[in-house]
T-cell receptor, first 111, second 112 residues
Framework: QKEVEQNSGPLSVPEGAIASLNCTYS??????FFWYRQYSGKSPELIMS????GDKEDGRFTAQLNKASQYVSLLIRDSQPSDSATYLC???????????FGSGTKLNVKP | DVKVTQSSRYLVKRTGEKVFLECVQD?????MFWYRQDPGLGLRLIYF???????EKGDIPEGYSVSREKKERFSLILESASTNQTSMYLC???????????FGSGTRLTVV
């Protein structure tokens, strides 16, 4: 069983819309959750972290965490074509320094 | 600008060769990691290290070894390269317990 699950997509949204990306995880002891953005041919870059239940906002990005349901999501408001990328969810395991990654959701924002 | 530097962007090696992938970080991070990334399989952890001369196996260590003689450098070694090790290799570093990896730019290795 995979530790972290994401829908591979592609998720297509029109420019200006809200993109919603979801991730579920299996380990109930996980405490740290991250979203990375990866452009084609590039390495992942960290865009959001969340540690507590609820919402965390940073500019156009909002991370949402629900530990009881074991899911974490990323909302991108006012989506731009430059947001087109693969978004990776990362969750720490019982070794808190070690993270498991989902296989990523590809987002296409159409002008 | 803080960063993680991987020595090669593209590499082509022959089956059976011993291959060294080098990674250097300038952030004084204790933790360093080697992942490989394959389509549909995501990032899979090969080895990681919490300190100099310390290493732990990740989820797919077979066919690989690592070396960490200095805090800033973490090397991945393919003892005898095989075609199924053709992949994108990503090095990352982080502070202890803080999460949030910084990744290198990656090495795309092709074994022929």
């Amino acid at each position: 069983q995979k530790e972290v699950e994401q829908n591979s997509g592609p998720l297509s949204v029109p420019e200006g819309a809200i993109a919603s990306l979801n991730c579920t995880y299996s380990d109930r002891v996980s405490q740290s959750f991250f979203w990375y953005r990866q452009y084609s041919g590039k390495s992942p870059e960290l865009i959001m972290s969340i540690y507590s239940n609820g919402d965390k906002e940073d500019g156009r990005f909002t991370a949402q965490l629900n530990k009881a349901s074991q899911y974490v999501s990323l909302l991108i408001r006012d989506s731009q074509p430059s947001d087109s990328a693969t978004y990776l969810c990362a969750v720490n395991g019982n070794n808190f320094n070690k993270f498991y990654f989902g296989s990523g959701t590809k987002l296409n924002v159409k002008p | 600008d803080v960063k993680v530097t991987q020595s090669s962007r593209y590499l082509v090696k022959r089956t059976g060769e011993k291959v060294f992938l080098e990674c250097v970080q300038d952030m004084d991070h204790e933790n360093m990691f080697w992942y490989r990334q394959d389509p549909g399989l995501g990032l899979r952890l090969i080895y990681f290290s919490y300190d100099v001369k310390m290493k732990e196996k990740g989820d797919i260590p077979e066919g690989y070894s690592v070396s960490r003689e200095k805090k800033e450098r973490f090397s991945l070694i393919l003892e005898s390269a095989s075609t199924n090790q053709t992949s994108m290799y990503l090095c990352a570093s982080s502070l202890p317990g803080a999460g949030g990896y910084t990744f290198g730019s990656g090495t795309r290795l092709t074994v022929v």
